[in-house]
């Protein structure tokens, strides 16, 4: 066997692609290259290959997977049920152990970085230091770029982790708080616990918590993805419900079924914010508005449409707050920012980013909705200061403080 | 020079693959068969194709093109080696919505060109199940069809010209604009020929106006009799819908597995009809088929509400082929073709011999035009089962044409129905056929060993020797 992890796509994974294609349109690399190298069947056949020893896991096979987003676009159109993103985390595992050089500065950098609250902390610091000077825009082109996507930072956020709150009535709600969400994002964070606590949850964010693991696991890193997830299973596993802010968290925790024991029974009580709040407003615990507030243009972020298939409930968040609901993209292909693939892949990210910003522009309408901070970041970096981006719960958040402050 | 370094100095490092795993990836289209290409080659157009075609020329390598592989007859596997021509970078697309055609670089996706046409208030008739995959240079090659070819003809009915280039590296144009161009219908020679005679870079196709109005049925019966029934009197009755599709119980429950469509996964047959046309003509054909599905048993008779949910429908039907991977890891298909009224006793004799050779068989087809595509779920990594599945289906093959039926409807011969096509031509036919492919391709680059089995020329040992006496001429 070629492999040499215990988590490498196994025999039931890829013998369940009959390789009819289907998923070539919807592969956002395979839309820009036109190459089955660079499209998932091409990948999971690649993988084949590897399985079958009869080629190695060598740069060749790492350039191939590296190139691939991680959106998950090829899974809601496989009618064979190809657990790609699966797969592809188990490839990537490989690659890390077998690619000489592949645990490079870079990325361990990345990896470590987010995971850490101290490390964030202090980089938060600096880039809110950094945006107050203006000094943002002396930066080389890719930071510059990535700058561009954030939000103005306050040199310390007030993070959310440690806080309780709430009743309780209507069942209580572990909040996995997020690296990046936390300390970048913080507004979406506190929108969460406001809502949810006004919902009948009793909110913790307990400290105990740390980075779920999902850069980790996409960049094949094994072992520290295993870790994150064990200790996260144990932080918030014993309330009745997990929720998550950043769509990327989320689907990763609803992955956890293969990262840690007990994962599973956690991950079938996790959702995204976003479908607790959807359920809230459906059951009356958070209301439903009257005023009519204008069109928003929904992004679809991929690892909340094509990772968890959940598509009515930020619609159907918005429009309980009374804004007209505007598609820009019925395929809802990636944006390009897939976690750090910005900074491994700048150019096609950048085509990306610039391919769904032409797609918002398109719509005429200047506010957007998106549930992810990446995608957030990607959107704002590449549609410019005229356009606001936000999260689709803070969306309905202001229209609520709206409605109830007139 | 070598090969691949010819190959860089025409197309550039970027556009020839050439790694061992990239090459593995391109060894095998949709079907079975694998092959084991030299290089991968994309060009962006005509002119960059000739340059190829001469360099496989003077290297005497075959060139194999390929789209985006969904074929299911080996027609892009790269059998003979040599290069594999992709044709993806090729995607120009002119629409002219007066004269309702467009020109469509042979890369350009079957969906796309579709879509692109909406807006005009048009669209391109063929429509195979891979449609949101397939290219139009595919189409062209394997003259497709698709469920919606009943009533509007297969690719070769909406090709008005091709750009292709010949042997040589020569770029010629075929047919045109005009409605009727002078001389042999050369086009529609190239329609259908797999790749064999050239390489078609660009197709001038019609557009058709996007029907006003349309109603699709569903409908599920106790037996594929009765389904099978429905289809015969339906066409009997006078009426042509744009479509008729069948499918199994076995299928539909793979099906729903996936899509949870609510499809009627307890019935033994599935009938989904289309037919289109104005407000008026709809309804009443509509409910003349219902009423005749009835007449035969039909359990349920259910019309799409609206167009979210007749895409569902039609989603369920096109991804059949790919949901057979929660079965098993490898399907082998036969597209066969038979009279309408010979439906009924062709599906019990094709359900008779899978349960002879004890394999798991699967049918969703083209029920209106008789074109059947029995499928034999297996793992192709048991050379035993290997053996059952291709004497099965070499009897599902005997069986259609003895029925009065043709080997393939749409998909195409290539490697995997080869050497069946003795059942259906004489060593004359073959022979013919032989001649015409070595006028168009005298130096055997273009596909070779495709469609064609061995000994097809009459002057070709091996296939005709056998039952000519020693010392005779041929």
Redesign the interface.
Do not use: H, M, R
């Given at each position: 066997m070629p492999w040499v992890t215990d988590i490498h796509p196994t025999t039931e994974e890829l013998n369940a692609c009959v390789q009819c294609g289907l998923c070539l349109p919807v592969c956002p690399t395979f839309r820009l290259t036109g190459r089955e190298t660079a499209s998932p069947r091409g990948r999971l056949h690649a993988m084949s290959a590897v399985h079958q020893g009869l080629v190695e896991v060598d740069e060749a096979f790492a350039s191939i997977l590296d190139f691939c987003l991680g959106c998950r676009a090829c899974e809601p159109v496989c009618p064979g049920l190809v657990p790609y993103g699966r797969a592809l985390e188990g490839a990537r595992a490989e690659i890390v152990e077998q690619v000489p050089g592949r645990g490079n500065r870079r990325r361990w950098l990345l990896g470590a970085g987010l995971g850490s609250r101290s490390l964030m902390g202090a980089a938060t610091t600096a880039v809110s230091l950094a945006q107050r000077l203006g000094l943002t825009r002396l930066a080389p082109g890719r930071l510059r770029r990535l700058a561009s996507g954030m939000r103005k930072l306050s040199a310390r956020p007030p993070a959310t982790v440690g806080h309780t709150g709430g009743s309780g009535d209507a069942g209580t709600i572990a909040l996995l708080a997020g690296c990046i969400q936390d300390q970048w994002f913080g507004g979406v964070n506190h929108t969460a616990i406001e809502l949810l606590e006004r919902a009948g949850h009793r909110v913790t964010v307990p400290v105990t918590q740390t980075c779920c693991g999902a850069l980790a696991a996409h960049d094949g890193k094994a072992a520290e993805a295993r870790r994150l997830a064990e200790r996260n299973v144990r932080a918030l596993g014993s309330a009745d419900l997990v929720v998550a802010t950043a769509a990327g968290c989320s689907a990763h925790l609803i992955g956890y079924g293969h990262w840690a024991d007990g994962g599973q029974a956690m991950a079938s009580k996790t959702v995204d914010v976003t479908v607790a709040v959807a359920r809230a407003i459906e059951e009356g615990r958070l209301p439903r508005l009257r005023g009519t507030r204008g069109p928003i243009a929904v992004q679809d972020p991929c690892h909340l449409r094509h990772g968890q298939r959940v598509v009515d409930e930020p619609r159907m968040i918005l429009r309980a707050a009374g804004y007209e609901v505007v598609e820009i993209d019925d395929a809802a292909l990636c944006c390009g920012a897939a976690g750090i693939y910005t900074v491994l892949q700048p150019e096609a990210s950048e085509r990306l980013g610039n391919q769904k910003a032409a797609q918002v522009r398109s719509t005429g309408v200047s506010r957007v909705s998106s549930a992810n901070p990446g995608c957030e970041m990607q959107l704002r970096s590449h549609l410019g200061s005229d356009y606001v981006v936000r999260h689709p719960i803070e969306w309905y958040a202001m229209a609520v403080d709206e409605e109830f402050a007139g | 020079m070598s090969l691949l370094a010819e190959l860089r100095a025409v197309l550039g490092r970027e556009d020839v693959?050439e790694?061992?795993?990239?090459l593995?990836?391109?060894s095998?289209?949709?079907s079975l068969m694998r092959g084991e290409a030299t290089a991968v080659v994309?060009p962006q157009d005509s002119a960059e194709v000739a340059e190829i075609v001469r360099v496989a020329e003077r290297h005497g390598v075959p060139i194999v093109a390929r789209g985006?592989?969904?074929g299911l007859a080996a027609g892009a596997s790269p059998t003979e080696g040599g290069i594999v021509l992709?044709t993806?970078?090729m995607?120009s697309l002119e629409i002219d919505p007066e004269n309702r055609t467009a020109w469509v670089g042979a890369?350009v996706?079957n969906?796309?060109l579709s879509k692109a046409a909406e807006p005009f208030g048009l669209h391109f008739a063929p429509d195979p199940s891979?449609q949101?995959?397939?290219t139009i240079g595919g189409n062209v090659a394997n003259n497709s069809g698709g469920p919606h070819c009943l009533a509007e003809g297969s690719t070769t009915s909406h090709v008005l010209g091709l750009e292709v280039v010949l042997a040589g590296g020569e770029v010629v144009t075929l047919g045109g604009d005009a409605p009727d161009t002078p001389g042999l219908d050369l086009k529609g020679v190239i329609v259908g020929s797999e790749g064999t005679l050239g390489i078609v870079t660009r197709a001038l196709v019609r557009l058709l106006p996007i029907e006003p109005d349309v109603r699709t049925l569903l409908m599920d019966f106790p037996d594929m009799e009765g389904a099978a029934r429905t289809v015969s009197q339906v066409i009997a009755a006078g009426l042509v819908p744009a479509a008729l599709e069948l499918m199994d119980q076995r299928m539909t429950v793979?099906?729903e597995?996936?899509?949870h469509a609510g499809l009627p996964i307890d019935s033994a047959a599935v009938l989904l009809a289309e037919v289109v046309g104005e407000t008026v003509g709809v309804e009443s054909q509509a409910q003349l088929i219902a009423d005749i599905g009835r007449a035969n048993r039909a359990k349920k008779v259910q019309i799409a509400a609206d167009a979210a949910e007749r895409d569902l429908l039609w989603k369920g039907r096109k991804?059949?082929?790919?949901?057979?991977?929660?079965l098993a890891?490898?399907?082998y298909l036969h597209d066969a073709v038979v009279p309408r009224t010979k439906l009924v006793e062709t599906m019990t004799a094709v359900y008779d011999i899978a349960d002879k050779y004890d394999l798991t068989m699967l049918n969703v087809f083209h029920a209106g035009d008789g074109n059947l595509h029995p499928l034999i779920a297996f793992?192709a990594s048991d050379p035993e089962v290997n053996r059952r599945v291709h004497q099965a289906g070499d009897e599902i093959v005997a069986i259609c044409l003895k029925n009065g039926g043709a080997l393939s409807g749409e998909h195409g011969i290539g490697v995997e129905k080869r050497d069946l096509m003795r059942t259906s031509f004489s060593e004359l036919d073959l022979d013919a056929q032989a001649r015409l492919k070595d006028v168009f391709d005298p130096g055997r680059v273009f596909n070779p060993n495709k469609i064609l089995p061995e000994g097809s020329r009459c002057f070709d040992f091996g296939g005709v020797r056998r039952e000519i006496p020693d010392g005779a001429w041929v």
């Open positions: - | 693959l790694e061992p795993v990239e593995y990836v391109y095998k289209d949709a994309f985006a592989g969904t992709s993806t970078a995607t890369g996706i969906l796309d891979s949101s995959a397939c793979a099906v597995n996936w899509l991804s059949a082929f790919g949901a057979i991977a929660q890891p490898d399907y793992d």
